[in-house]
């Protein structure tokens, strides 16, 4: 599947960058317009949907100058697709990321094999998207008294459950609570998430934080009982230089 780019401006915007959430956005913006162009699903009501997000903040972009966002599968098998995501701005690549999707029936709310006709491996994407390959994910699974955080009926999405960038959200909630003022002195610039179950009908979730290094914090998204993960986070955060 050949490279797609989308370019964005935000000259009339009030911020003077683009956050870690603004700047996944501009990816699913991409991905979903790669797919509405490329793609001839077998049936109307089957859709991909996220699964893992793997994206490296190297620099927030500004808001005043045209943002670039290169997209590419180079891989589908069975289960996954697997695209890549590379942003630049004045030439200057500042956000990366790698992501697996799954090929899901809307109606069911379940997941669908890949139909092997559209099963494909390119290896020269290399030239086009570096250090490519996933690394195997970070992810612990944490319990005991967590964060409980209600559902904003505005987190919903048109696919009737929360939409995957709030889940950024939780983290930031749950960081604040535990270190107050921590987004104002650093930003994130890794982030691991693996979406386990979708969050629909429910009011609030149950956030659990653990911290193994310096920066370095763990997060389980669990439902209010903790009897069901819906994800597993990893962030890595600097200090702001800019804070």
């Not at 699913?28 to 317009?33: E, G, Q, R, S, V």
């Not at 994910?137 to 964060?147: E, F, R, S």
């Not at 890794?190 to 979708?198: C, G, K, Q, R």
Request: net charge negative.
């Amino acid at each position: 599947m050949k490279e797609f780019t989308c370019h964005f401006n935000f000259e009339r915007s009030k911020k003077d960058h683009l956050d870690s959430r603004g700047v996944m956005d501009l990816f699913l913006k991409t991905a979903y317009a790669h797919w509405e162009v490329s793609e001839d699903l077998e049936e109307d009501y089957y859709g991909w949907m996220i699964y893992r997000w793997q994206v490296e903040f190297k620099c927030p972009p500004n808001c005043q100058d045209q943002i670039e966002v290169t997209t590419l599968v180079n891989e589908v098998n069975k289960l996954f697709a697997y695209r890549h995501f590379i942003l630049k701005q004045e030439g200057e690549v500042l956000a990366r990321a790698g992501s697996l999707w799954i090929q899901t029936d809307l109606r069911r709310r379940e997941a669908i094999s890949i139909p092997e006709k559209d099963h494909f491996k390119d290896p020269q994407t290399e030239k086009t998207i570096p250090n490519r390959q996933l690394r195997r994910a970070k992810k612990k699974k944490l319990q005991g008294p967590g964060l409980a955080l209600g559902i904003d009926p505005a987190d919903i999405d048109e696919n009737d459950h929360v939409n995957n960038l709030v889940y950024l959200s939780f983290m930031e909630r749950a960081l604040e609570e535990e270190k107050p003022g921590f987004k104002e002195a650093y930003r994130l610039r890794d982030l691991d998430i693996t979406y386990s179950h979708e969050i629909r009908h429910e009011d609030q979730v149950l956030v659990v934080m653990g911290q193994e290094e310096e920066g370095v914090f763990y997060f389980t998204i669990w439902d209010q009982k903790q009897e069901n993960i819906h994800a597993y986070m990893v962030g890595k955060f600097v200090k702001d230089l800019d804070g």
